[in-house]
């Protein structure tokens, strides 16, 4: 499935008004209200999708006794709505979508030092130097494209190679994707501004195809409307996990090329919290064997402990290591910058 430069191919291992979906296990009741006062509680913040935190919570309470009430809201409105409460917040653990929020939120001294136990679990990859927030899983950038219409002597070996009149007409993106939105911010940390401005240009004058979302880059080359796009990794695997003859493949660019960002799901205790101990259980759950190995059948997402599963299509963590970009990922945290770039670009 994916074009082996360096790679194995199985795994060992702002808005003003902050609008939230706000739920918890029992009826759909508020971070603040419901559960049963009796047992230990724990308050989560939470920027994944409900369809699948909803689960992995329940098993935790059925496994802890543990009653955990749920916000549910986008990673970012969550961030801020956690430095505007400060001390006064009622989260207990934040679980962001992205690294950038998490970044934000420990520069600015809102998350505790998590212990050993918990920071020594997780390799370098999947950690802040800092301490103060670790992965709960991974994903990474790559180019899908179509073995039929792009050769293997034609495959680009940087990001930066799609701007050229070669790629003119035939390359996709998602300049409203957060995940894309993240890997510029990416870009604009590694290259600088004016180089980030130039290449988003180039694509853009070059007749780079806009979709509203990673699934639909994959349809748009399946379809023959482009021949290559760029997504995230689990996206093909979850048409492949449904139609192994699917005929889509993805690939990387060279190692340490900003257009195979690594980026993470992850989580952190909030300094606020009343419940510290109990918050670095949670964390300690979400990276257990089981866990870990739920995540990535249920996502296609990397695990960020070296477990085995059997899934064709991850890397071995020594090879994700190896293409990733030397970046810290705390410093993805500039998003308004990013946003105010693709306006000026004319792509929001």
């Known amino acids: 499935m994916f074009r082996l430069r360096s790679w194995p191919v199985r795994i060992v291992l702002l808005s003003t008004v902050l609008v939230f979906l706000s739920c918890s296990r029992d009826g759909g009741q508020g971070a603040e209200n419901g559960g049963d006062s009796s047992k230990e509680s724990l308050v989560l913040y939470c920027g994944r999708s409900q369809s699948l935190v909803d689960d ?77 927030w670790v992965a709960t899983s991974g994903r990474m950038r790559v180019f899908a494209y179509s073995p ?114 690594v980026n993470i799901a992850g989580v952190g205790v909030l300094g606020s919290s009343g419940n510290a101990t109990g918050a670095q259980k949670f964390i300690e759950f979400l990276l257990s064997d089981e866990m870990q190995k739920y995540l990535v059948e249920n996502t296609h997402e990397y695990p960020v402990i070296p477990i085995l599963h059997d899934h064709d299509g991850l890397l071995m963590y020594e090879a994700l290591e190896e293409l990733a970009p030397p970046i810290e990922l705390a410093d993805l945290e500039d998003l308004d910058g990013t946003l105010a770039l693709l306006r000026k670009v004319g792509l929001l």
Not at 57 to 68: F, I, L, T, W
Not at 173 to 183: G, K, L, M, R
Not at 228 to 256: C, I, M, T, W
């Open 56 to 132: 992995i919570v329940k098993m935790y309470e059925e496994k802890s006794g543990v009653d955990v009430r749920i916000k549910y809201g986008n990673t970012a409105e969550l961030a801020l709505a956690i430095q505007e409460e400060g001390a006064k917040s009622p989260a207990d653990v934040f679980w962001a979508q992205d690294a950038g929020a998490l970044g934000a939120l420990s520069r600015k001294g809102l998350l505790q030092t998590l212990p050993p136990v918990v920071i020594t679990r997780v390799p370098g990859l999947f950690r802040n130097t800092s301490h103060h």
């Open 148 to 261: 039929d219409r792009v050769s293997l002597d034609d495959m680009p070996f940087s990001v930066f190679e799609l701007a050229e009149e070669k790629w003119n007409g035939r390359v996709g993106w998602a300049p409203t994707n957060a995940s894309f939105q993240s890997f510029v911010t990416a870009m604009r940390v590694m290259s600088g501004e004016e180089r980030t401005e130039n290449w988003l240009r180039g694509m853009k004058a070059g007749g780079a195809k806009s979709y509203p979302k990673n699934t639909a880059i994959i349809e748009g080359i399946y379809a023959g409307e482009i021949d290559l796009g760029l997504p995230n990794h689990y996206y093909l695997l979850r048409f492949k996990a449904e139609d192994p003859n699917f005929p889509v493949e993805q690939s990387s660019f060279d190692a340490g090329d900003v257009g195979n960002l």
